[in-house]
């Protein structure tokens, strides 16, 4: 079947035909603990290209997304704020 007829029927909701969340979701995931210090993302977003990284707490279980904007806003925050406030 040609892609664009695929795509058509999963468009009209064909549910014989649209693929499930688990058949395209990304099954290698990188996490990070919720009590992390926010420098430890830098590598990750850096070096693999994430977006969005799974923030799990201590059983393991997900409680949030950090992006790649929560990581600049943090890292602001806790460098030029803080310095500001200093001054």
């Known amino acids: 079947m040609p892609f664009v007829a695929y795509f058509d029927g999963w468009l009209r909701g064909d549910a014989l035909r649209a693929p499930t969340v688990g ?8 996490t990070v603990k919720v009590n992390a210090p926010i420098t430890d993302l830098v590598p990750m977003f850096a ?12 059983a393991g279980h997900v409680v949030g997304m950090i992006t790649q904007v929560d990581l600049i806003s943090g890292l602001y925050r806790q460098t030029v704020v803080k310095a500001q406030q200093a001054a």
Do not use: E, N, W
């Not at 058949?23 to 990188?30: G, N």
């Not at 070096?47 to 201590?58: F, Q, T």
């Open 23 to 30: 058949s395209v979701m990304t099954t290698d995931v990188c």
């Open 47 to 58: 070096d693999y290209g994430h977006h969005h990284i799974p923030v799990l707490d201590a």
